[in-house]
């Protein structure tokens, strides 16, 4: 606007012309040009003041200016890169609300089950000893990904790994909540049929030899929830350097390459390789995916406060944008798939599986402990998260924030919590009232093996059918942030997602199985593509603070930006997770991904 013409207007507006007056000197001084400047798009910014435009210009990292073709003109000098979008959809780069990134580090050093021709006990073998035969000087074998759905019961055998190495061997499976280990691998960790059960976790026993009192019953080779920390506190971790190869490895070869740019960490530990790898790579510059970190406290070791006080030390630690570790994390609950999820009901074939007709699965915390340490840590400022599946774990987690709230008062320190694949219909009204973000992953809410194999049949029909809600935490406008998991979801690609929420339906699980159209879980929570949108962009910075930084595309915010080969809010909805869509990848400024097409 022409300060000259605003002058015409008159003097009963005089106090309006000081104002576009004031905006007519700006205009008139050319602005500082941009490093690079996107035009002809589609540009879906996330802000609702500014819902769509043309034109996007990017300076130093950070967005200069959003608006028309024609406005954008002003930024482009004889440096700044011109990218010609012709048309194509420009958006906010996802967060991926709960993942484990540091966890690729399995991908280059650990076993990759996930990979197995089969689920099944002969092809797992085969890939471990392609695995040890290529590692022959690793002290002890780590592995990840066997299927819980191929073996339900008492999980996998260590009779199974014999003869594969006399070395420990420890396996994680695909949900991360149980472990297969060979005997050397029982024999570290002291675990024998001298070993109870610890709180919140299972040794498996061979069938037969279980009893209640010592000796308890012959170890099985698969360890459960807490019972995995009894192992994991011995086994040989990796060493920082090959987190860090993990680490750029996720960045470069996961991450970036589906849009991802925000990544919490959802289980770390004080003074951990992996804590210190990420800050390393923070100090360094290499990261390309701002991390948050949570810290796990556990329920097995006395009292809390030591705990606390090393979780905010090592907060203290982190300064830089790239890399904070703000949470702290709790497990209210396993996962339904090992028994270990918390219901408010039984289990469909607790009688069967348990010998307990009333067996509802095993809370991790005393709900008085799990009260006292969400209170302690929010109290130490920090941020809480919790993993919760069965609806009473969900419950229970809610009335421990209720009670930080209670004797800490109301702060602004975002508690959340995820997976939430139970949700009593009266608790959703309570993560509004409680400003809980509530943190699904979208990416498991299919009728794929995981439903038919382990849900149905251990949750019953019902209540295998009305699993992971989404549009009742929006109708109750709580905030809701999308996650995938990772490696869980060891393909963490956010459009798919966004179908998924949308449609309730995808041709294929990344848990098993091929969906046939019509399977459609739960329908009634499906959700819109701008809900989803929002989950994956803005709601994730909200949830790890950082929505004044990015989530959005507006003047000032870090430019972290995709580019998408189609427009996801005018396709069809099964074409909304097609293929890879993601073109560039954009963070801080830079071109972190590029498609080569
Ligand atoms: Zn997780």
Redesign the pocket.
């Given at each position: 606007m022409k300060g000259s013409r605003v002058v015409a207007v008159g003097v009963l507006l005089a106090a309006l012309i000081v104002v576009l007056a004031f905006a007519g000197t700006a205009a008139a001084k050319k602005p500082r040009t941009a490093d690079t400047v996107f035009k002809n798009g589609y540009v879906y910014t996330v802000n609702p003041g500014q819902r769509t435009a043309k034109a996007v210009a990017v300076r130093a990292g950070k967005i200069q200016y959003v608006g028309s073709n024609r406005g954008v003109r002003a930024f482009i000098g004889r440096k700044t890169e011109v990218v010609d979008l012709k048309g194509k959809m420009l958006m906010p780069s996802f967060a991926d609300g709960?993942a484990?990134p540091s966890a690729a580090v399995s991908f280059l050093y650990a076993a990759n089950l996930y990979d197995a021709e089969a689920a099944t006990t002969a092809e797992y073998k085969v890939v471990l000893a392609d695995f040890i035969a290529a590692n022959p000087t690793l002290e002890a074998y780590q592995g990840s990904g066997w299927s819980e759905a191929a073996y339900p019961g008492i999980g996998p055998l260590k009779a199974d790994l014999e003869g594969l190495t006399t070395k420990p061997m420890s396996l994680w499976s695909d949900g991360?909540h149980s472990l297969w280990v060979n005997q050397a691998a029982l024999d570290l960790a002291g675990i024998d049929n001298t070993t109870a059960d610890p709180i919140g976790g299972v040794i498996e026993r061979v069938p037969g030899s279980v009893a209640t009192d010592p000796p308890y019953g012959t170890p099985s080779g698969c360890l459960r929830e807490s019972a995995t920390d009894m192992m994991m506190a011995v086994f040989p971790d990796f060493t920082v350097e090959q987190y860090k190869e993990g680490i750029l490895f996720y960045q470069q070869a996961i991450a970036n390459p589906v849009g991802i740019t925000l990544s919490q960490d959802?289980?770390q530990f004080p003074g951990s390789n992996s804590v210190k790898a990420y800050e390393e790579l923070a100090q360094a510059g290499e990261l390309t995916v701002r991390i948050r970190g949570s810290l796990q406290l556990m329920p097995n070791m006395g009292d809390v406060a030591p705990q606390v006080d090393a979780i905010v030390a090592e907060k203290a630690l982190h300064k830089t944008t790239l890399y904070k570790t703000v949470a702290a994390k709790f497990f209210a609950d396993g996962v339904i798939e090992g028994h270990t999820g918390y219901l408010l009901e039984p289990y469909a074939d607790a009688l069967a599986f348990k010998g307990d007709a009333d067996f509802r699965g095993v809370p991790i915390w005393q709900p008085t402990a799990f009260n006292a340490a969400v209170m302690k840590a929010d109290k130490a400022g920090m941020q809480i998260h919790v993993?919760a599946i069965g609806d009473a774990a969900v419950s229970e987690s809610l009335d421990a924030i209720a009670y930080a709230e209670a004797v800490n008062g109301k702060r602004n320190h975002r508690p959340m919590i995820?997976h939430l694949q139970l949700v009593d219909g009266n608790d959703f009204a309570r993560f509004k009232n409680l400003g809980v973000t509530a943190l699904p992953q979208p990416y498991w809410f299919l009728m794929d093996d995981y439903y038919h194999y382990l849900q149905v049949p251990f949750l019953g029909q019902e209540r295998a059918d009305d699993e992971y809600p989404m549009k009742s935490f929006f109708d109750q406008g709580v905030h809701v942030a999308s996650g995938s998991?990772f490696p869980?979801t060891p393909d963490p690609n956010a459009l798919v997602a966004m179908q998924i929420g949308v449609m309730r339906w995808y041709p294929e699980s990344s848990m098993g199985g091929t969906i046939p159209p019509g399977d459609i879980l739960w329908p009634e929570e499906r959700v819109t593509i701008q809900q989803m949108i929002r989950s994956f962009t803005i709601e994730g910075a909200y949830a790890n603070l950082l929505e004044k930084t990015t989530g959005s595309i507006k003047v000032g915010k870090s430019a972290d930006m995709v580019v998408l080969a189609r427009n996801i809010i005018k396709c069809d909805a099964d074409e909304i997770g097609e293929g890879n869509a993601v073109l560039l990848t954009m963070f801080r400024g830079k071109t972190v991904f590029e498609a080569d097409r």
């Open positions: 709960h484990h991360h959802a289980v993993h995820t998991d869980v």
